[in-house]
């Protein structure tokens, strides 16, 4: 009975652990990832203010752009051109909406990016904000929500599990046979099934990745599924020599999974070359990746 019980306790710690590290990577890409918006902060008229700008946009709708108001008469002007081109900047006065100075960039299409940077007028002088470094946004098709949350959802809890299965190898040796199936059957359907969906839907194509092109998101989760299906192999194979080594095939599947999620989310992605447009290509067919 205390045996039972102390094996319970044990899986449960290992489950809260697995949780743990899943919810340390989901904030990891959330801080990291060239997509999510960027915060900062910024002095205007003596006064310091908190910014957050996006990152990424759909392109059916113009991107907002928005920064506090912080006194009477403040103005601003936001500067953008299409990343990756000589354009000059175009410049774009912001105008008041409620507590908030607003502006907005022009939709692109799939995979286009837009840089920009701001310059606020205020009591002692022109204060920029971003202009050394530039924010650069990325515009994308819709994605359904239902098909986003499923891919979100299979990814992160494959990777839950994965781990689970890591740590049940280390303390059991002949354990985490069904934990790893499990891990791999969710990474299937979450990043070879619903990932390519997803893609399709935001830059018109379902993979860009090894042997086609050099998308890094979809090459990382290629090499994290080729990791995780040698790992399950090893569980179910006759070979005696693979068998005795399983246990660290399933730690080291372990560590490339966490290498991966450790590379932010849509870094080498796709990226609209506008040189082709510029040239006559229809957008569709002018995306490549890019940084």
């Known amino acids: 009975m205390a045996s039972v019980s102390g094996s319970r306790i044990r899986a449960i710690f290992l489950w809260i652990a697995a949780f743990l590290v899943m919810v340390a990577a989901g904030r990891y890409q959330r801080l990291t990832g060239p997509t999510y918006p960027l915060g900062g902060s910024a002095t205007i008229g003596g006064v310091e203010i908190q910014y957050e700008f996006l990152r990424s946009e759909t392109t059916d709708r113009d991107a907002r752009v928005a920064l506090p108001i912080v006194f009477d008469g403040q103005g601003g002007v936001l500067h953008w051109k299409r990343y990756g081109t000589d354009d000059a900047w175009t410049a774009v006065p912001m105008t008041p909406r409620g507590d908030s100075l607003v502006a907005f960039l022009p939709k692109q299409p799939a995979a286009g990016k837009l840089a920009y940077f701001l310059d606020v007028s205020a009591p002692d002088g022109t204060v920029p904000i971003a202009a050394d470094d530039p924010v650069i946004i990325r515009f994308k098709g819709p994605v359904p929500l239902p098909v986003l949350l499923a891919h979100v959802l299979a990814m992160f809890i494959a990777m839950m599990i994965a781990v689970r299965a890591a ?27 619903l990932g390519p969906i997803v893609q399709k839907y935001a830059f018109g194509a379902y993979w860009t990745g090894f042997p086609w092109g050099y998308d ?75 940084d």
């Open 167 to 193: 740590f049940e190898v280390i303390v059991n040796r002949e354990g985490g046979r069904r934990l790893a199936l499990v891990a791999l059957v969710l990474m299937t359907i979450g990043g070879l099934v």
């Open 216 to 290: 890094l998101t979809d090459n990382k989760t290629l090499l994290m599924w080729i990791a995780w299906a040698l790992a399950t192999g090893a569980y179910y194979t006759a070979n005696a020599s693979v068998r005795r080594i399983r246990r660290a095939i399933v730690i080291v599947a372990a560590m490339v999974m966490l290498g991966v999620y450790l590379i932010p989310h849509s870094m080498g992605g796709s990226q609209l070359d506008y040189s082709k447009v510029d040239e006559g290509v229809h957008p569709a067919d002018a995306i490549g990746t890019g």
